[in-house]
């Protein structure tokens, strides 16, 4: 995985933000300072961002199957606060789908 992609995943900040992480020279990788954004890191390395090491985040997702007449929303106005899900697509209440949902984040 790319060094930017591994710092986004680990919540230090987006890709581009943390392309200038990088230029900035504050962006260590096993005790060298990292200077290419594209750089490959593996699960073995060392990350260090001002002083503080960052883990990645291991991503995770979840098959649901949204029966008809069941509304896949992350905000119903009629019902009130919904669970905070990130749904891959949205499908119409009036049909039967199966839905990819991830962790928020």
Not at 43 to 62: H, I, K
């Amino acid at each position: 995985m790319n060094l930017v992609v591994y710092l986004a995943r680990a919540g230090v900040g987006s890709r581009r933000s943390c392309d200038e992480l990088i230029r900035e020279g504050v962006v260590t990788v096993n005790g060298e300072v990292a200077t290419f954004p594209r750089q490959k890191i593996t699960s073995e390395d060392v990350v260090v961002v001002r002083g503080e090491q960052v883990t990645c985040a291991s991503l995770r997702y979840f098959l649901v199957n949204k029966p008809r007449g069941v509304a896949s929303t992350r905000s119903d106005p009629h019902r009130g606060s919904c669970d905070r899900r990130h749904g891959a697509g949205r499908p119409a209440s009036f049909r039967s789908a199966v839905s990819t949902w991830t962790p928020p984040g």
